[in-house]
T-cell receptor
Framework: GESVGLHLPTLSVQEGDNSIINCAYS??????FIWYKQESGKGPQFIID?????DKRQGQRVTVLLNKTVKHLSLQIAATQPGDSAVYFC????????????FGTGTSLTVIP | NAGVTQTPKFQVLKTGQSMTLQCAQD?????MSWYRQDPGMGLRLIHY???????DQGEVPNGYNVSRSTTEDFPLRLLSAAPSQTSVYFC???????????FGDGTRLSIL
């Protein structure tokens, strides 16, 4: 199957700054993308999703951008807080492999108070 | 609602032993799946089910069996545990395969 990659394995930001986490995907047939947050010892938690017919979607303090031309996905977190410290990973749904989701390895975000 | 509940949270097995990881959800979701999470790798799909009585293989199904006799429950069975199956196992559920998945908190499994 196709792999989903993340540009940076770790990211440290100052509390109050904005965070940007990137994700590259390689399957142009993917039609649905999800960002998850995973805290230590917990299961992944849904943050925000976007479908391939959209370029941008906003939630509370989070924005997901999708660039289908370069197969790139990003998660922006505004005014990062200590509670945002976690591992973030993206998932893509590939329609040509039985609609299965493929997950990236994750970026570890550390918020410095 | 409890969401997705996985038991046990931790388990240590010896090579060759068998066991069942339990997963239950109370959201009336049709779609359920099992993933394993290993260091340096993304979640990998083991088996999934689109509804009661229907199961299918994912990316890494070897050594695992599943069944879906009810909408709520989706147990994962290890037939003969091997050290390579040491991992964290997550169960997830959703309304469909094009909807966000709700995950349990995982079962941490060590095979000695």
């Amino acid at each position: 199957g196709e792999s989903v990659g993340l540009h940076l394995p770790t990211l440290s930001v100052q509390e109050g700054d904005n965070s940007i986490i990137n994700c590259a995907y390689s399957n142009s047939a993917s039609d649905y993308f999800i960002w998850y947050k995973q805290e230590s010892g917990k299961g992944p938690q849904f943050i925000i999703d976007i479908r391939s017919n959209m370029d941008k979607r906003q939630g509370q303090r989070v924005t997901v951008l999708l660039n289908k031309t370069v197969k790139h996905l990003s998660l922006q977190i505004a005014a990062t807080q200590p509670g945002d410290s976690a591992v973030y990973f993206c998932a893509e749904r590939e329609v040509n492999t039985g609609n299965q989701f493929y997950f990236g390895t994750g970026t570890s975000l550390t918020v410095i108070p | 609602n409890a969401g997705v509940t996985q038991t046990p949270k931790f388990q240590v097995l010896k090579t060759g032993q068998s066991m069942t990881l339990q997963c239950a959800q109370d959201m009336n979701h049709e779609y359920m799946s099992w993933y394993r999470q290993d260091p340096g790798m993304g979640l990998r799909l083991i088996h999934y089910s689109v509804g009661a009585g229907i199961t299918d293989q994912g990316e890494v199904p070897n050594g695992y069996n599943v069944s879906r006799s009810t909408t709520e429950d989706f147990p994962l069975r290890l037939l003969s545990a091997a050290p390579s199956q040491t991992s964290v196992y997550f169960c997830a559920s959703s309304y469909g395969d094009n909807q966000p998945q709700h995950f349990g908190d995982g079962t941490r499994l060590s095979i000695l």
